[in-house]
């Protein structure tokens, strides 16, 4: 009987079966397995002969002694992205850009092509999805045209690979999108899982032997998530996400993964008329047209690697008519919001079980850092008594189950970024308070969750009714 010589692949995720199901176990899609080769190709979209399997060659082996230079790296030309690679583009390297449809990848590539192509360095836009026509529109629309960008549109890589290699090798090279791309190697669709990793081995290879900078843009699903199989993440250099809200003028380009640099830097732009714009003053955009005398808003003093930040959190805690209460978050960790319901309930003295609570990250901006606890809180209270907020103060702080208020991280940077845009004043955890040193803000320190509770009441109209906490 013949050796099997094909796998079952799920299209959705990249899980491998011996033989076809209705479900995928892995992500849970239905209808998503299809048959595929099993004998994946090499670089280049060549299968080894049955003859040569399992032979290889003898390569040099070097020690861990030795001279190291510095990755030489590339400037794009654009402050913001440069921040988030961690100083410019990497020779040799690749990136994968994801993003939702419309959230402006193609945009802001195109910039980053023309600050490239103007430095004098070679730049090629190879787009699967669009006529070159279409890229020059774009290019005119945002006042480009005049930078030399070669162009293609095409969809195949062994001829995409063997274009890049006449002439004078290109230091960038844009690839919009990996799920158009298609090899003659891999026995599958277009824009299948197993399409989609061999492509991305072929122009990694290429990158790496070529020495050009090659940037993967990808499709995300209704999740978020970068489409296709995940180990094309694993594959690549750095994995960057350009987030953002279509209602909302700005952008966030934030790195998930980076080998050359660091993961905790945000870039972030402004959408306009003639294309992206940085914007070196982020916390003035987030803060923009903010109701200062409205119950249940408080300023977060936050840091996003090196930069900090300063945002706003909205709460609205109203009755609820239903058995469970909703609870819905934008911006924010769930669970983190549940956590602090809890410890809000138990050492707070708060009754929340009877409530709607909604909490929004004014702007569309994602918050992940735990010393977000005491903003939230704070808004939270503030809304549930009625009590407007001091509009000159800001918050930060961890909350621990215990209802203990820990220290914020690199505090007087924080403080020191809320006093350039006109606050006045702070609440600080008390175990951190000595490490803070001289500040220009006038410091209102808590041990606990209950000294902040407390002190936001004490200003609510509605004293001695129910809103008051035990």
Sequence with gaps: M??????????????????????????????????????????GGITAPRGQRGKGRVFALEGLSGSTEEAPRMVSGIAELDRVTGGGFVRGSVILLGGEPGIGKSTLLMQACAAVAQAGHRVVYISGEEAVGQVRLRAERLGLAQAHVELASETNVEDIVTTLSQGKPPQLVIIDSIQTMWSEGVESAPGTVTQVRGAAQILIRHAKTSGAAVILVGHVTKDGQIAGPRVVEHMVDAVVSFEGDGAQHFRILRAMKNRFGPTD??????????GLAEVSNPSALFLAGRDGNAPGTAVFAGMEGTRPLLVEFQALVAPSSLGNPRRAVVGWDPNRLSMLIAVLETHGGLRLGQYDIFLNVAGGLKIIEPSADAAAAAALVSSLTNAPLPANKVYLGEVALTGALR?????????????????????????????????ELVLDAGSDIADLVAGIAARSPQKGTEFEPE
């Design 265 to 274: 830097e945000i870039g972030v732009f402004e959408m306009t008329g003639a």
């Design 2 to 43: 013949a050796k099997r010589s094909s796998t079952f692949a799920c299209q959705a995720c990249g899980a491998v079966y011996n033989r076809w199901q209705g479900r995928c176990d892995a992500c849970g899609g239905w209808s998503t397995i299809a048959e595929e080769a099993a004998n994946a190709p090499l670089p």
């Design 407 to 439: 220290p914020a991280p690199q505090g007087s940077a924080r403080l020191k970024e809320a006093a350039k845009l006109g606050f006045q004043s702070a609440f600080v955890p008390k175990a951190g308070f000595e490490a803070l040193g001289s500040s």
